[in-house]
């Protein structure tokens, strides 16, 4: 068994352990200059102290020890003393010399150290090749007054850590490290190496990587998000990838979280012993960080665990002890499997369904002569206001072109990049380094850290210079673009573009082993109406060519440049910028992903003159032949105004409702406050100024999002709009504050009063991380202030912790999360996940363009125990909070809320046509895990072990439990919100009057069957000893402890295994402590009914014809039977079990399940199986001791009776199995020894197969 399979196969059975600081075991032996240089050193004209790596040489037996001490204590794996043993790093001390030599015997000492302990302990132990981060800073100027200047250049640094890699493989290294990285282009340098080194001489060992959070905004220091730095070195594939360093546990946990839901490799998480006191030691004892650690292995955040700076092997011994009992994280088997993945500062996920992607052309000499003057004037700064202009017009990924016949591309390219990367604002954004010269591609990426696209190779030059380019490509991480050339020429009919992408699409995939989502095709898009017949259907050929790239080649993107296509109609804008529109409409419906367009400047396509609409389609489409003449005669009438796109102010004779809606859509802001004030003054129609922001203004923002949503309208233009909005809102504001003031002043006492009295409740709003549109959310905050709630507004990009950290600090009412981009719903899921881990209760409300009800509830709602609500734009905010924080209205709210959303997850999983099914061992090993050890919820023994039964319940106990909401839907009558549930049922307009007629009859009737006792109540509960083995429950009579004896009954489980977004796959059996953990656990058991005398009632009934109170009979015993089961389970709770003795509910509190513990039923949704009553009847002899009887079909007689089981455990609950696979249902006949067919009989509706 090789190594690789060896580690995984261990990662996969438990959590793998790291060592701790090397340099803080250096720094306890206090070594001096003299012992730093040993005898071979000891005439070196540097000083050598302070030079820790040199003491592998010098000092190899002190740090065999440390290595020794790590691995006793737990250790698997041990870092070679090699953080800075770089020739780069080395430099310093004069000893680049020795660098190979220095990281040989570094890795000959550790694998020595691992050896001797793997041979005294029996378990495997591996040495990690350590490569640290150097000294210098590929991303970052050490010059504040020089930003494009660099101390170190990619090509060194491939060289440095060449050696480097070399002397660690060759000392004996099981894994290489790359470590502790700040700067991600370093890393990507050390990884460069690297590859090179496994594909020329070394055999490939495992790679890890692991960077570095500098502060709590989540980033590295050269600027990037973790998942901006996930994407940029996942093209090799890691082993392991993770977080070290700069932070404590506490601190890093919400960035190790992330890190592990944007990767399927391996997590390592070594953080260090908490901050650095103002001494610069480290505070946090074994113990402290143990435990904090521990949290995150309990909630499966981790793969191998160990320690950095502060740490000792004390620290690991407990970190081991502390994470042992937990399972190892189960890595996703991908991440966004069809998502092209770009990066700049910040991540772009490019999903199969990701809105056309606009690439910014101005920062190319070709494209722009603004741009190429000021490079050939050397005005760089100025140029970087283009790429400004570009990213905040709606720029998601920005074109870089330095080809000119009279510039030093090499050089133009290299320095612009190093700007870039000063500039935050710009280099957020993925760049596309596009040059015809791949040598000035090189220089591109060896400055980019983030993942960038190559603009482009092509098989021009063969298939050898093509191999050769593309591999040097994928060796930097970069996806790239194929235009469709190849040795014959460039392809113009749709036939020679299928065949070249597909020719090239199969080298890249099968020979480079290129990623498919990396891949993106230019099929060429070509000039039209140039007068020669054949190029009136290169249109038609690319949307053709594009259309069966798309359906043949999976994986691969389509993108192009817009200019050439109109190249003929050059210095008639007007026609031009049509010819545009017209043609991306066409193009992104047949799927074209991105395109080099100025999409700021396009006409929305319904706004497009309807004349030269109609002429811009003929010729796109090659429908007349004359095309190309009309269109020029059509030019030719707009005389000057057909150069440049001439404004049209007729709209501004329109009502002032549609001039707004007009500069919305138009993105026009010359005369919005005019306008707005306009309307803001017209006080019969608009009496608040909120009026106008909730009446045209977002009219105008819903025709912009209908517009977005349909294709016709692009990023930049939706940006536009947004800033007229905001400009409109802006100008309001002052206004809204004044009403507020004026409404504070005619309150009584409102001179001693302030606005904060005047609140409503508090609700913090965040456009979440990786998102930076806020339009939408802003308009939310005005609308919500201007109705007295206090709003905390946390602006764009802000990280999950931050939300909720401010949300408690500042006692919030509701959190409200936005987001624009398909990205942010992960984060927005991740959001309510963190929030449902702390324990919150607020409501969470979703919003934003990309949102859905639909996926709130899907995706969120589920992750989440409390409301997690959409809420469709800003005018249905106000409706929402406040439902939310009425007292007496927000739970009736929630469940309404509730059961919606149930209903579309079940149309949205019965919609799904190919559900996957995780197999009986994948799902068992995501199954619902429980800290059995722990002593706070450690399981209680029953006050008796063996059954009580109650012969003659008496029937006024129940009464106060009754749930009265079934009783009306049996009566179909059903309240709308507020007055749904009971007692608010009666003021229900449509239903009110009716069901108050009904409910006195009940209690009529119910106080007859009191008095008169016209039914019998009888019922039976049981407790017993009970361990759980896998998926069963093994019942016990005699509470022996280990429970060896034979069991004397088998619940058998069902568990979840259709494949789901989030969370784990759960059995009834994981809340009962499993039999290996020794734990002493019991289940209990129960049956009741009131249906005696029923039957007897009904019959009276039936002679007098009264069909009516034969229906009010049956119901009254079937809500006093489901009282009855709820009245005893409080008895279990707090006397028979008595493990929430304490406990103090009203019956709402009960019917909405706020007590601890759980009574499933067999044959409903947590055990779908009603065979397993016969168990339950089996052990307790229900008939016998009760009289209730199971019928063939196994429904209970009387009708009115309830049974199922208990559990007491606190994380306990209630779930649904859903769908099962053939595998589950072999699997549990077997364990049930019953026929698979009459199994197959008994689950048939939730099988995913057809029998």
């Keep these: 068994m090789g190594v690789e399979t060896e580690i995984a196969k261990t990662l996969q059975e438990r959590i793998m352990i790291f060592d701790g600081g090397m340099g803080t075991m250096i720094q306890a032996l206090k070594f001096d200059e003299n012992e730093f240089r040993g005898e071979e050193f000891k005439n070196h004209p540097k000083s050598l102290k302070g030079n820790n790596d040199l003491l592998s040489l010098t000092q190899a037996d002190a740090i065999l020890k440390i290595h020794k001490d790590y691995l006793l204590a737990g250790s698997d794996f041990v870092e070679t003393n090699t953080f800075s043993g770089t020739s780069v790093a080395q430099a310093d001390y004069g000893l680049e010399h020795i660098v190979y030599r220095l990281n040989k015997e570094s890795a000959q000492i550790a694998k020595k150290a691992a050896e001797e302990v793997t041979k005294e302990t029996g378990v495997p132990r591996y040495v990690a090749g350590a490569l640290g981060p150097t000294n210098r800073t590929l991303s970052i100027s050490p010059s504040v007054e020089q930003p494009e200047f660099r101390n170190i250049t990619f090509d060194k640094l491939v060289e440095a850590y060449t050696e480097q890699a070399k002397g660690l493989l060759d000392g004996g290294s099981d894994v290489l490290l790359v470590e502790t990285i700040f700067d991600t282009l370093n890393a990507k340098a050390a990884l460069y190496a690297i590859q090179l080194l496994f594909e020329s001489e070394y055999e490939p060992v495992p790679l ?59 997590v390592i998480c070594y953080p260090n012993a908490g901050l650095p006191n103002t001494f610069g030691d480290y505070d946090e004892t074994p113990e402290m960080m143990s435990s904090q650690l521990a949290e995150f292995a309990k909630d499966g955040l981790l793969n191998i665990v160990g320690g950095c700076c502060g740490t000792t092997p004390k620290h690991i011994k407990a970190i081991k002890e502390a994470v042992s009992v937990y399972k190892p994280r189960i890595p996703p088997k991908s991440v966004h499997p069809d998502a092209l993945m770009t990066s700049g500062l910040e991540p772009m996920i490019m999903e199969k369904d990701f809105l056309f992607v606009n690439i910014g052309e101005r920062c190319n000499v070709a494209g722009s002569r603004r741009f190429a003057k000021l ?9 970087l206001s283009v790429a400004k202009s570009q990213v905040e017009l709606g720029a998601q990924i920005l074109d870089i072109n330095m080809d000119e016949g009279m510039l030093d ?42 993942k960038c696209i190559v603009n482009s190779i092509s098989l021009k030059e063969g298939e050898a210079d093509f191999i050769e380019k593309a591999s040097i490509i994928k060796r930097h991480g970069a996806a790239v673009v194929v235009m469709a050339f190849d040795e014959v020429g460039q392809a113009a009919d749709s036939q020679r573009k299928i065949e070249i992408c597909t020719r090239s699409y199969n080298i890249l995939v099968n020979e480079v082993g290129f990623d498919q989502n990396d891949i993106i095709f230019d099929p060429n898009i070509l000039t039209i109406a140039t007068g020669i017949e054949e190029h009136n259907t290169y249109a038609i050929d690319f949307i053709n060519a594009l259309k069966e790239i798309k359906r043949t080649l999976p994986g691969a993107r389509i993108s192009g440049g817009l200019s050439n296509l109109s190249f003929s109609f050059r210095g008639m804008e007007v026609v031009r910028e049509a010819m545009h529109s017209v043609f991306l409409f066409h193009a992104i419906k047949a799927g074209m992903d991105m395109g080099i367009v100025n999409a700021g400047n396009l006409p929305v396509y319904d706004d497009i003159n309807p004349t030269l609409l109609q002429l811009c389609e003929s010729l796109i489409w090659n429908k007349d032949p004359d095309g190309t003449e009309k269109l020029l005669a059509y030019a030719q009438t707009l005389g000057k105004g057909a150069k440049k796109v001439v404004e049209d102010n007729e709209w501004r004779n329109m009502p002032v409702e549609n001039r707004l809606e007009h500069a919305l859509v138009k993105g026009i802001d010359k005369y919005v406050v005019e306008d707005t004030e306009e309307a803001r003054f017209d006080k019969t129609k608009y009496p608040r100024p909120l009026n106008v922001i909730e009446g045209p ?30 400009k409109a809102v802006g100008y309001l504001i002052p206004y809204m504050e004044k009403e507020k003031q004026e409404m504070l002043k005619n309150q009584e006492g409102g001179e001693e009063r302030s606005l904060e009295d005047l609140n409503n409740g508090t609700i913090v709003i965040a456009t979440v991380k990786g998102d930076v549109h806020d339009i939408g959310k802003n308009i939310v905050g005005v609308v919500l202030g201007c109705n007295n709630y206090k709003v905390i507004d946390l602006g764009v990009m802000t990280p999950c912790d931050k939300i909720l950290k401010t949300a408690v600090e500042m006692k919030a009412d509701i959190v409200g999360l936005s987001g624009l981009i398909t990205p942010s719903l992960d984060e927005m899921i991740h959001v309510a996940k963190e929030m449902e881990r702390l324990g919150m209760k607020l409501p969470l409300l979703i919003g934003g363009a990309t949102t859905s009800k639909t996926h709130t509830a899907v995706k969120i709602a589920p992750c989440y125990s409390n409301p997690a609500i959409h809420v469709l734009d800003a005018s249905k905010s106000v409706v929402v909070v406040s439902s939310l924080l009425k007292e007496l209205d927000k739970q009736e709210f929630f469940e309404e809320i509730q059961e919606e959303y149930e209903e579309i997850r079940e149309d949205h999983y019965d919609s799904l046509k190919d559900r996957h099914f995780f197999t009986m061992n994948e799902a068992r090993k995501k199954k619902f895990t429980i800290d059995w050890k722990n002593p706070d919820t450690k399981p209680m023994k029953p006050m008796f072990i063996g059954v009580k039964v109650f012969a003659d319940y008496d029937i006024s106990r129940l009464v106060s439990y009754i749930d009265w909401k079934p009783f009306f839907d049996v009566w179909q009558l059903r309240g709308k919100y507020p007055n749904r549930n009971y007692p608010k049922i009666f003021k229900d307009k449509a239903v009110g009057e009716e069901a108050q007629r009904v409910f006195n009859d009940a209690q009529t009737m119910l106080k007859r069957i009191i008095k008169e006792k016209l039914l019998k109540a009888t019922g039976i509960v049981g407790f017993y000893p009970a361990h759980s083995v896998g998926d069963d429950i093994q019942v016990f009579t005699d509470d022996e402890m280990p429970r060896q004896q034979d069991p004397k009954a088998v619940f058998y489980g069902l568990r979840q295994q259709a494949e789901k977004d989030s969370g784990p796959y759960t059995c009834l059996s994981d809340f009962i402590a499993p039999a290996e953990t020794g734990v002493a656990d019991y289940i209990g058991a129960f049956a009741v009914s009131v249906g005696f005398g029923t039957y007897e009632l009904c019959q009276q009934y039936e002679q007098d014809f009264d069909d009516y109170s034969i229906i009010m009979a049956k119901s009254l015993a079937d809500r006093l039977a489901e009282a009855f089961a709820e009245e005893l389970h409080e008895r279990v709770r707090k006397e028979f079990w008595g493990y929430s003795s304490d406990e103090s509910l009203d019956s709402k509190d009960l019917h909405s399940i706020k007590y601890a513990g759980i009574r499933p039923a067999p044959g409903y949704p947590s055990q779908p199986d009603h065979t397993e009553k016969l168990t339950m009847w089996k052990l307790m002899n229900i008939e016998k001791n009760t009289g209730i009887k199971l019928t063939e079909s196994l429904a209970m007689d009387p009708a009115a009776s309830v049974s199922g089981l208990y559990f007491s455990h606190p994380h306990s609950h209630y779930f649904s199995v859903g769908k099962i696979a053939k595998d589950q249902v072999i699997d549990y006949s077997t364990r049930k020894k019953m026929n698979t067919s009459e199994v197959e009989k008994w689950l048939r509706p939730i099988l995913s197969y057809d029998t």
Excluded: W
């Excluded at 404590?248 to 399927?264: D, S």
């Excluded at 490079?375 to 140029?383: F, L, P, R």
């Design 208 to 266: 890890f990587i692991s960077g570095t959070i500098v502060d709590k905004s989540g980033r590295t220091l050269s600027g990037q998000t973790g998942e901006a730095f996930v994407i940029s070195v996942s093209h090799v594939k890691p082993m392991c990838l993770g977080l070290n360093c700069a932070l404590g546990a506490t601190e890093m946990r919400p960035f190790i979280e992330a890190i592990g839901l944007f990767t399927p490799s391996y």
């Design 409 to 450: 591309g090499l050089k133009a390219m290299n320095k612009f990049i190093n700007l870039i990367a000063s500039e935050p604002d710009i280099s957020r954004v993925p760049l596309c380094v596009d040059s015809s010269k791949f040598q000035v591609v090189e220089a591109g990426l060896k400055c980019t850290q983030g």
């Design 375 to 383: 490079i050939a004037n050397n005005k760089y700064e100025d140029a």
């Design 697 to 726: 203004l977002m009219k105008g923002m819903s025709i912009v999002g209908d517009l977005f949503g349909a294709g016709k309208m692009f990023l930049p233009q939706v940006i536009k709009s947004a800033r007229v909005m905001k």
